[in-house]
Nanobody
């Protein structure tokens, strides 16, 4: 069974920083990409950033220059999201996502339970 566990959310003032972590475990054969999505109240879940296995990243325009994704290159099953210059509009539940081969012929998507990030003005 594959599991993604996030940590690092919390309450911060505008302009502050937070660092999220996500650790994937289980029967993972090969990771295609890992990344972060977020969902604010009353809105659809949206992409924040994804990082492919070959190191390419794709950021949402709204977070470019403020957020940085990184990976534990030794473990490769752990990603971090450094969030700087946070704004109230960054308030959302942040979900870790992984697309990986876990035994099927095509990769599957997995999600963490979500971690709340609240930015006060």
């Amino acid at each position: 069974q594959v599991q993604l566990v996030e940590s690092g959310g919390g309450l911060v003032q505008a302009g502050g920083s937070l660092r999220l972590s996500c650790v994937a475990s289980g029967n993972i054969l090969s990771i295609r990409h890992m990344g972060w999505y977020r969902q604010a109240p009353g809105k659809q879940r949206e992409l924040v950033v994804v990082l492919s296995s070959d190191g390419l990243s794709n950021y949402a325009d709204s977070v470019k220059g403020r957020f940085t994704i990184s990976r534990n290159n030794a473990a490769k099953n752990t990603v971090f999201l450094q969030m700087n210059s946070l704004k109230p509009e960054d308030t959302a539940v942040y979900y870790c996502n992984m697309r990986a081969y876990t035994g099927n012929t095509t990769p599957d998507d997995y999600w963490g339970q979500g971690t709340q990030v609240t930015v006060s003005s």
